[in-house]
């Protein structure tokens, strides 16, 4: 086996954007439900339970990608096309863990913390907060 190291941040990002496109793709039935759910002129302060119980319907199924994919194959389609993939300290990849880093997807407190500190502690440490706490990593091989 190739010796690995902790992937490079431009081929994470680019790994991450596929993944949002193929969400994308994945949830685009859901674009006319929402259509016909949000009214057209909708008030900050109005709350539509509907759209809400929608937004959190399609967050979980971009969970279910991530989670799944990573504890099946231990990568996305993202990570597949650039040659990443995710590996725990403990050795096998747990459905929890999968979930764990996935967990930010959720756009609910506190998950959405992570839309920031995550992309910090990637730019700056090399590795994202819930990597550190589902003690994983994406890695890469080393090309020789």
């Known amino acids: 086996m190739k010796p690995k190291r902790s992937s490079l941040f431009w081929k994470r990002t680019l790994a991450f954007l596929i993944d949002l496109m193929v969400i994308d793709f994945i949830l685009s039935p859901f674009e006319s439900l929402v259509q016909n759910i949000m009214p057209i002129s909708i008030s900050i302060f109005e709350s539509n339970s509907n759209l ?67 992309p910090i502690y990637l730019i700056f440490k090399k590795i994202r907060l819930s990597e550190i706490l589902t003690r994983t990593m994406t890695v890469e091989e080393v090309k020789r």
């Open 52 to 118: 809400i119980w929608l937004i959190v319907t399609m967050a979980f199924i971009a969970l279910l990608y991530f989670a799944m994919f990573e504890y099946k194959l231990q990568q996305t389609i993202g990570k597949m096309v650039l040659g990443l993939y995710v590996v725990s300290e403990k050795g096998g990849l747990s459905i929890w863990q999968a979930v764990g880093r996935s967990i930010f997807i959720l756009p609910i407190f506190p998950f959405i913390l992570l839309w920031i500190i995550d």
